[in-house]
């Protein structure tokens, strides 16, 4: 082994960090007879020499030692190098993708780095036999490594079927059998004419296999590679089969060291740990730990069929055995992120969560029901319960009961989560907690989104608002006290004046600004004294002053505010100022714009230049330019073709999109097509997989509010 290793020039290649020189001993590192040098050197391996899948001339010269490892069976932990040749050779990703995307780089570079994708492939791809005939390795953690690998051979795609279901009846270790199955459905995703010979053989097994798990497994590969082979009656046979694989031991002794979140996962994230799955668990029954894995596969597979998809978690949030019930949580979450549908029961049923005993499964029903703005409502009476029971304050952590108020170690604190849910619902028994929160040193510093989501019952916090603004002492940390305050103040400005009697204590603060964070609390103040309104007049000549200001977003702030207080007298003073933003950076350019659109029909005259930014190169500003050029002249000539454009290049500007077509009624009926079909989407728009954003639903749910408004104004063919 590692004949001709210190033959090779290897300082004259390089790695993600410099010289390749320590190269040939991360190869021996591999094949140590101690664990820890065998980690050691695979993370280096990872971390240096494929750093974030890249190839490099270090990279392909370790190819032929990284072969001579895998097929030698002393060597330990050869599954690793099965699945680190894989991604050297694209072979996880399979077809003509194995190339990295450098299209940053010069045209030489990119040049090279596509030669080294390219010979990569080739290289791993003539051990297609090496790899074949490890599928009956005696190591069982070599064996669930191959089966992936072997899918990215499409002109050989027949002949991997046939070797994979051959396999299987012969392979005694589960993770392995999992392994297959799965390789098999990918197969048939690369190559569709293989789709309905390999569904037809994953329905049998999932049909007729004496192992539940192995059965669920097949069912989640037919929901990925042909759907239509799927049983009518899906969820019930998953539900059953989910029953088949219950836990053994009571609920009441279930070991605390359960998953809590949805990660198949362990140890520390690391360059090594993100791509190692959970240990393998021999046996008969593996399957039963496979529970939670099977069923997000065959969520995801599932799609849109939500109502299957909700009668299967609805099932295992019944489910005795708690980790069974947190595993559905967390999919909950996922579903209700992505999907559309009617969840009521479903949500019932998260709530009702909130009163186990296990702190970890009360702070995954909390944290679900978090996000999910309106929709929380089945589970209100949950959340007010749960509320009553809960600590005031306390520190984060996957423990720890939800609080009314997060304390975190290096930051400011925020809302707990039953608080945001209930306050998103306009329940005025969220408002103890608030109280209790405004009166802390620090307030929460989302406090204000909470008060303005409940509304009118909100207004009772006044008196309280105001005595935290004119108590606060005027120092260096004025804003982070006072930035959730006046945000409060303006959030609650529009309920019949409401907030009109917070004008003096607002004033104190825009005239004692700190130098740290001057332009921020003048900002924040401007804009409470503009949603206040006429009643805050005698805050005009200090808002006068600032329209001066060095600061952008000060100087745009209080313009807008002067135009609120001053609506008929204020355009000859304001506009000027607007108008000189405009040509600042996006970011000025956007807020002076959207000050503009206020102005409406009195700011006429900025028609060129309002005009000259339907074209610029930013999006966000393109769109509100059509918005205000509407709003000033009333001619949506000009605006709709940039509101099209917007809502089909930018998912997440439908929402102003459809907000300015109900505005604009039947003159905006060009839009009516792309409306019904919002509407009729299962998809929630602003989906994005692998990450989300905790107002997103709150966002889908106005879209579709504001979609409903725009089609009932609207009329005419095609709506």
């Given amino acids: 082994m590692f004949t001709g290793l210190h033959e090779i020039d290897w300082a004259s290649m390089t790695h993600a960090y410099g010289p390749a020189t320590e190269v040939p001993y991360l190869l021996r590192g591999l094949a140590s007879d101690d664990p820890r040098e065998r980690e050691a ?71 090279e780095w ?86 037809g053989w994953l329905a049998g097994l999932a049909a007729a296999h004496q192992d539940p798990a192995l059965r669920l497994a097949a069912l989640a590969q037919v929901a990925r590679c042909a759907p239509g082979a799927l049983p009518a009656d ?3 046979a998953v539900c059953a089969l989910l029953a088949a694989m219950q836990p053994g031991p009571d609920p009441a002794t279930e070991p605390e060291a359960s998953p809590a979140a949805p990660s198949g996962l362990i140890g520390e994230p690391g360059q090594l740990g993100n791509l190692r799955e959970s240990p393998a668990h021999a046996g008969s029954g593996a399957g039963v730990l496979w529970a939670g894995d099977l069923l997000r596969t065959l969520q995801s597979a599932l799609g849109d069929r939500t109502g299957d998809r909700a009668a299967i978690l609805a099932d295992q949030l019944r489910s005795a055995h708690r980790d069974r019930r947190i595993d559905a949580v967390w999919m909950t979450g996922g579903l209700l992120r992505g999907w559309r549908g009617q969840y009521e029961e479903l949500v019932e049923l998260v709530g009702q969560q909130l009163s186990d005993p296990e702190p970890r499964l009360t702070a995954a029903a909390a944290s679900v029901l978090e996000d999910l703005d309106t929709l929380a409502g089945p589970a209100a009476d949950a959340l007010a319960r749960c509320l009553d029971d809960a600590p ?26 039953a608080p945001k849910s209930l306050a998103r619902l306009g329940d005025r028994r969220v408002l103890p907690a608030l109280a209790w929160a405004l009166e802390q040193p620090e307030p929460p510093r989302d406090i204000a989104h909470a008060i303005g989501a409940l509304g009118e019952p909100g207004t009772s916090l006044v008196p309280l608002l105001r005595r935290r603004l004119r108590e606060a002492p005027l120092d260096e940390r004025l804003y ?14 529009g309920y019949a004046d409401a907030a009109a009697p917070a004008v003096p204590e607002v004033l104190r603060i825009l005239r004692n600004a700190p130098a740290g964070h001057r332009e921020w609390t003048l900002l924040t103040a401007a804009r409470a004294l503009g949603r206040i309104g006429p009643a805050a007049l005698e805050a005009v000549p200090d808002l006068t002053v600032l329209l001066e200001d060095p600061s952008h977003c000060t100087a745009i702030a209080a313009a807008s505010a002067l135009w609120r207080i001053e609506p008929g007298t204020g355009a000859d003073a304001v506009l000027p100022v607007l108008q000189r933003h405009i040509a600042g950076p996006v970011r000025s350019a956007r807020a002076a714009v ?42 949506c000539t000009a605006a709709v073709p940039v509101l099209r454009a917007s809502w089909r290049e930018n998912a997440h500007s439908r929402r102003d999109v459809a907000r300015c077509a109900a505005q604009m009624g039947p003159a905006a009926a060009g839009l009516g097509p792309l409306l019904a079909r919002e509407l009729a989407a299962a998809r929630r728009h602003n ?33």
């Fill in 234 to 236: 899906i969820a019930a």
């Fill in 41 to 111: 050197a695979a993370d280096g391996m990872y971390g240096a020499v494929h750093h974030q899948g890249d190839v490099y001339d270090s990279t392909l010269a370790c190819i032929p030692f990284l072969f001579e490892l895998v097929t030698d069976g002393a060597v330990q932990d050869r599954g690793v190098i099965v699945g680190l040749l894989a991604s050297i050779g694209g072979m996880d990703i399979g077809g003509d993708d194995f190339e990295g995307d450098k299209t940053d780089l010069p045209d030489a570079e990119e040049a």
């Fill in 687 to 719: 989906h994005a997989e692998g990450g989300y954003g905790g107002h997103d639903i709150a966002a889908d749910l106005r879209l579709l509010e504001y979609c409903r408004d725009a089609l009932s104004r609207l009329g005419g063919p095609g709506v």
């Fill in 392 to 417: 005031c304050s306390s520190e984060p952590g996957p423990r720890a009961l939800p609080p009314w108020v997060r304390q975190w170690p290096d930051g400011r604190p925020t809302l707990g989560p």
């Fill in 114 to 199: 596509r030669a080294n994708y390219a010979m990569a492939h080739a290289a791993v791809r003539a051990g297609a036999d090496i790899f074949l005939a490890l599928l009956t390795d005696p190591d069982p953690d070599v064996r669930r490594e191959v089966p992936p690998v072997l899918t990215a051979w499409p002109d050989h795609a027949a002949r991997t079927f046939a070797v994979l279901r051959e396999r299987l009846p012969a392979e005694p270790d589960f993770e392995a059998r999992m392994a297959v199955v799965e390789a098999v459905s990918t197969l048939a995703l690369r190559i569709p004419e293989l789709s309905g010979t390999v569904g």
């Fill in 594 to 635: 959207q000050a503009i659109a206020e102005l409406g029909p009195a700011a006429v005259s900025a028609r060129p230049r309002l005009r000259g930014l339907l074209t610029v190169s930013d999006p966000w500003l393109r769109l509100d330019a059509a918005v205000a050029l509407w709003r000033v002249t009333g001619d």
């Fill in 480 to 493: 982070d006290r006072c930035d959730p305050l006046l945000s409060a103040v303006a959030a609650l400005a």
